[in-house]
């Protein structure tokens, strides 16, 4: 019970106005020992997110801002002379945590990015040949703001697909945001005084619980079927790889495991659809131009592929 409780507590709190939806695709993501990046302009409660999801499973969260002077090191850490043991002493960097937090990645240098999905795709950082393991669980929370243009370093296709599910987040309606400025004292109140729900120890227990959720073979077929019809799109450069497809399902496996289930329905499959595939799909530069999105594409996709029935 313990993420879904936190879930619930989360998201019926009545304080992250709007955000149920990213707070269940981050759980998920977690769950799935995956990663996230969050697409969104400034002031739209990402740290918030981050920092109320900590707090709630017991784990720790550091938050680095991504620039173009940091360096590598100041995100995995380095080794220095201890003058007193006359050794090499390793001084751990901030992705030795459970939540990190790297703000506007797109900001930082191409050498950093790489040292970071580097660390994240291994789950561990190699300094002048020692390995050290990273900490379980773990899971980077990037985000990047669409609208910078200047001293960004976009992320290449290939960085892309190290993350599990894009988020793109936004504005909150005009009544989320009057409930929003209602309650902004409150809100900062509720996050510093959050008590946990859950230790780190159910968290991993039930990171592993999730892979035991059972499949159909018509969810597998329909999975299959919706990857295969990205690359068939007339407006598709590059359709979605089978990674892709494996990140839809653990993706639906997270999320059912999250809704209390323990086997997969298509609608799981449809909800993480568009998050797990948008940003794993190149657009045809004509179609770009027209203002067409990957986003409508998967929707498109989504909407023309027949749904299995039970």
Same mark, same amino acid.
């Given at each position: 019970?313990?993420?879904?409780?936190?879930?619930?507590?989360?998201?019926? +709190?009545?304080?992250?106005?709007?955000?149920?939806?990213?707070?269940?695709?981050?759980?998920?993501?977690?769950?799935?020992?995956?990663?996230?990046?969050?697409?969104?302009?400034?002031?739209?409660?990402?740290?918030?997110?981050?920092?109320?999801?900590?707090?709630?499973?017991?784990?720790?969260?550091?938050?680095?801002?991504?620039?173009?002077?940091?360096?590598?090191?100041?995100?995995?850490?380095?080794?220095?002379?201890?003058?007193?043991?006359? !050794?090499?002493?390793?001084?751990?960097?901030?992705?030795?945590? =459970?939540?990190?937090?790297?703000?506007?990645?797109?900001?930082? +240098?191409?050498?950093?990015?790489?040292?970071?999905?580097?660390?994240?795709?291994?789950?561990?950082?190699?300094?002048?040949? #020692?390995?050290?393991?990273?900490? #379980?669980?773990?899971?980077? @929370?990037?985000?990047? =703001?669409?609208?910078?243009?200047? /001293?960004?370093?976009?992320? *290449?296709?290939?960085?892309?697909? %190290?993350?599990?599910?894009?988020?793109?987040? /936004?504005? *909150?309606?005009?009544?989320?945001?009057?409930?929003?400025?209602?309650?902004?004292?409150?809100?900062?109140?509720?996050? !510093?005084?959050?008590?946990?729900?859950?230790?780190?120890?159910?968290?991993? =227990?039930?990171?592993?619980?999730?892979?035991?959720?059972?499949?159909? !073979?018509?969810?597998?077929?329909?999975?299959? +079927?919706? &990857?295969?019809?990205? %690359?068939?799109?007339?407006?598709?450069?590059? /359709?979605?790889?089978?990674? +892709? /497809?494996?990140? &839809? @399902? %653990?993706?639906?496996?997270?999320?059912?495991?999250?809704?209390?289930?323990?086997?997969?329905?298509?609608?799981?499959?449809?909800?993480?659809?568009?998050?797990?595939?948008?940003?794993?799909?190149?657009?045809?530069?004509?179609?770009? &131009? $027209?203002?067409?999105?990957?986003?409508?594409? &998967? $929707? $498109?996709?989504? =909407? %023309?592929?027949?749904? *299995?029935?039970?």
């Amino acid at each position: 019970m313990g993420v879904r409780q936190a879930y619930s507590y989360i998201t019926g +709190s009545g304080y992250l106005i709007e955000k149920e939806r990213e707070v269940k695709l981050i759980l998920a993501a977690l769950i799935a020992r995956g990663h996230v990046l969050i697409e969104g302009v400034p002031g739209v409660a990402k740290t918030t997110i981050a920092k109320t999801i900590a707090r709630t499973l017991s784990l720790d969260f550091k938050r680095v801002q991504m620039t173009p002077d940091l360096l590598p090191m100041d995100i995995i850490g380095y080794k220095i002379f201890d003058q007193k043991t006359a !050794e090499f002493k390793f001084v751990k960097g901030p992705i030795f945590t =459970n939540i990190l937090l790297a703000d506007e990645i797109n900001r930082a +240098s191409p050498r950093t990015q790489s040292a970071l999905l580097e660390a994240m795709q291994e789950r561990q950082v190699t300094i002048e040949g #020692e390995t050290f393991r990273l900490d #379980e669980p773990f899971i980077v @929370l990037a985000t990047q =703001n669409p609208i910078e243009m200047e /001293g960004v370093f976009p992320l *290449p296709e290939a960085q892309l697909d %190290r993350f599990l599910v894009k988020i793109e987040t /936004g504005y *909150p309606s005009t009544k989320g945001f009057v409930e929003m400025l209602k309650k902004v004292d409150e809100i900062e109140a509720w996050v !510093e005084a959050i008590k946990p729900v859950v230790t780190k120890e159910e968290v991993l =227990n039930e990171i592993r619980s999730a892979r035991d959720v059972k499949v159909d !073979e018509a969810v597998y077929q329909y999975i299959a +079927s919706l &990857v295969e019809e990205t %690359r068939r799109h007339h407006a598709v450069r590059l /359709g979605a790889s089978p990674r +892709s /497809g494996i990140a &839809v @399902l %653990r993706m639906a496996k997270a999320v059912a495991y999250l809704e209390g289930r323990n086997y997969v329905i298509p609608d799981d499959v449809k909800q993480v659809l568009a998050p797990t595939l948008s940003h794993r799909i190149i657009l045809k530069p004509e179609y770009e &131009v $027209e203002g067409l999105t990957a986003g409508r594409v &998967v $929707e $498109e996709i989504a =909407n %023309r592929v027949p749904v *299995p029935r039970p």
